[in-house]
């Protein structure tokens, strides 16, 4: 018998989710949670989905249930019609999990940053992907555009024309998640790689704050004025790309090395231990691999020490980001 091909790969995967399904092997694990203001609670550990393969039948199998996606990401091997939430609709529906079990956070891109286009985008796109009523965190995914010069083909022209500042047009869009968060289509609203003075721009604009914020956070960037500022101001800071992702590899570190022994853990749990640590209220790391999923939340029965969380806190960041050709936004 020869080896199945990847459609029967999928078709397999199907059948196998099904059954475990009907046998009840699916279990809901104990997870910890961080307080989402003003109301609502964010599991810490969620399965990241942005910019690589990722394993979602695994991870819910294994009794997770947070999941970040957005628009615009993609899905493993096309499925879905290569689009993350529509994928992870099919899969939910597979498994036939009660909707309100999960977490779901998604995203609005800054090719929506008007006020129509937003609400459109989060109906469309978003509640009709993923096949839902109600978002349980909805982002608004980067204060502008990061990039020169700024604006882009497909970016709101509005957003390009008063001095490359972004600043109207992402008030515009915080102002429809408000609307929206008031209709009831979403629980908790948010923003993603957003600086201090951004997040004070929609405060001082509409008195309303962002949830949380979720931005790079790793050895090799680590924003803790940022995190303090959140975390005085009531705003759960959670991390992407909590492992670098292309960043030089953090397990050849000698630090890392030597906590791994001393502690008996992945280099990935002393990682995101030392996150959760130094502040960092909720991580969502990408991965297929079950195994690395089992220890991605094995994280809440043993602790760093002071010393060796600052020894981590000590690793030269070597200015390596993940969008090293970012500007700042205005």
């Avoid at 006020?115 to 204060?143: C, Q, S």
């Avoid at 195994?291 to 002071?306: A, C, G, R, Y």
Wanted: charge should be neutral; glycine fraction near 8%.
């Amino acid at each position: 018998m020869g080896t199945p091909n990847r459609a029967q790969s999928h078709e397999l995967m199907n059948w196998l989710i099904v059954i475990c399904a009907l046998l009840g092997l699916l279990s809901v694990g104990a997870m910890p949670t961080r307080k989402l203001e003003p109301v609502g609670e964010i599991p810490v550990v969620g399965l990241g989905t942005c910019c690589g393969d990722f394993d979602l039948a695994t991870w819910l199998l294994q009794g997770n249930r947070h999941i970040d996606t957005s628009i615009g990401y993609a899905a493993p091997s096309g499925r879905g019609g290569g689009k993350s939430q529509v994928f992870i609709a099919e899969v939910l529906k597979q498994l036939k999990i009660p909707r309100e079990e999960v977490f779901i956070t998604t995203k609005v891109n800054r090719q929506n940053f008007t006020y129509d286009l937003t609400v459109e985008a989060f109906n469309r796109d978003i509640l009709g992907e993923l096949n839902t009523t109600y978002i349980d965190l909805a982002l608004l995914h980067w204060p502008g555009d990061p990039i020169p010069p700024y604006w882009h083909e497909g970016e709101p022209e509005e957003c390009s024309r008063n001095n490359n500042s972004w600043q109207p047009c992402r008030v515009h869009a915080w102002q429809a998640l408000i609307d929206i968060q008031k209709a009831g289509k979403v629980r908790a609203i948010g923003v993603s790689n957003f600086e201090i003075k951004h997040i004070k721009d929609l405060v001082a604009a509409t008195g309303v704050k962002p949830a949380l914020n979720q931005c790079e956070y790793h050895p090799y960037w680590h924003q803790d004025d940022l995190v303090k500022y959140c975390n005085d101001n009531g705003i759960v800071f959670e991390a992407y790309a909590p492992f670098g992702n292309n960043a030089p590899t953090i397990e050849r570190i000698p630090v890392v090395q030597q906590l791994v022994k001393k502690y008996n853990r992945t280099y990935g749990q002393i990682n995101l231990k030392w996150q959760l640590q130094m502040g960092v209220g909720v991580v969502i790391p990408r991965t297929s691999n079950a195994t690395h999923m089992k220890e991605n939340v094995d994280l809440f029965d043993w602790s760093l020490s002071e010393e060796d969380v600052a020894a981590l806190a000590a690793i030269d960041p070597l200015g390596w980001k993940r969008y090293p050709k970012s500007a700042p936004i205005k």
